[in-house]
């Protein structure tokens, strides 16, 4: 089930920010925490699903030069179904998602132009078996033995979160909106798919 990779966009975001002066890792005093959320629909004929993703963004900051690296706990949960005939064949497939991992943001003041630019700092997260379910086959009237669904469950991405260098709380939202891709498992070409998200992050310490 292909999702957005998160790798290209770290790295994009990367290579977007002035340089960091090489140095080691260190523990900051004080630093950011919050939570960020996204809720994924897809509809199609014969098709529903329809999952949240959150991450709890805290714990000790990591000042790695002028970034801030925060753990998150990522969590996805939601359900979906698949209903589909071709002759005298119909396909019933109903699953649950329940998925989490640990994974980290990062906080850092581009050089270029002094904004606070919020992200995930770890490549897409996954969980094996986190999607669960079963499916059925008939055919014509005769039910054959229903098989299991165990599908990995993949972290989506998060949209841009820029605010002013010198914020200390930094909320925001977008969407509903018509996204492109695919997002859910046993998802139709022709689905529909919306996207939300929104985020709530503050600053503690000097």
């Not at 630093?31 to 098709?47: L, N």
């Not at 699953?95 to 581009?110: L, M």
């Not at 986190?130 to 039910?143: H, P």
Request: glycine letters at 10%; proline letters at 6%.
């Amino acid at each position: 089930m292909p999702r957005p990779k998160l790798a290209t966009a770290v790295l994009a975001l990367v290579a977007s920010l002035a340089a960091v002066v090489p140095g080691s890792v260190r523990a900051a005093a004080a630093g950011w925490s919050g939570s960020a959320s996204c809720t994924i629909t897809v509809a199609g004929q014969g098709y529903q699903h329809s999952e949240t993703q959150r991450w709890q963004v805290s714990g000790p900051t990591r000042v790695r030069g002028a970034f801030q690296l925060v753990p998150s706990s990522w969590t996805d949960t939601g359900s979906g179904s698949s209903h589909v005939t071709q002759g005298d064949q119909t396909r019933d497939i109903t699953w649950t998602v329940n998925a989490a991992a640990a994974g980290k943001f990062q906080f850092v003041v581009r050089a270029s132009d002094g904004k606070l630019i919020i992200g995930q700092a770890n490549a897409q997260l996954r969980a094996r078996n986190g999607i669960t379910g079963e499916q059925k086959l008939t055919v014509g009237d005769a039910e054959q033995t229903p098989g299991p669904v165990n599908l990995e469950a993949f972290e989506t991405q998060l949209p841009p979160i820029v605010a002013a260098g010198t914020s200390r709380s930094v909320s925001g939202s977008t969407g509903p909106a018509t996204v492109k891709g695919a997002f859910a498992p046993f998802q139709p070409a022709t689905a529909t798919v919306t996207k939300r998200c929104s985020w709530r992050f503050a600053k503690s310490g000097p």
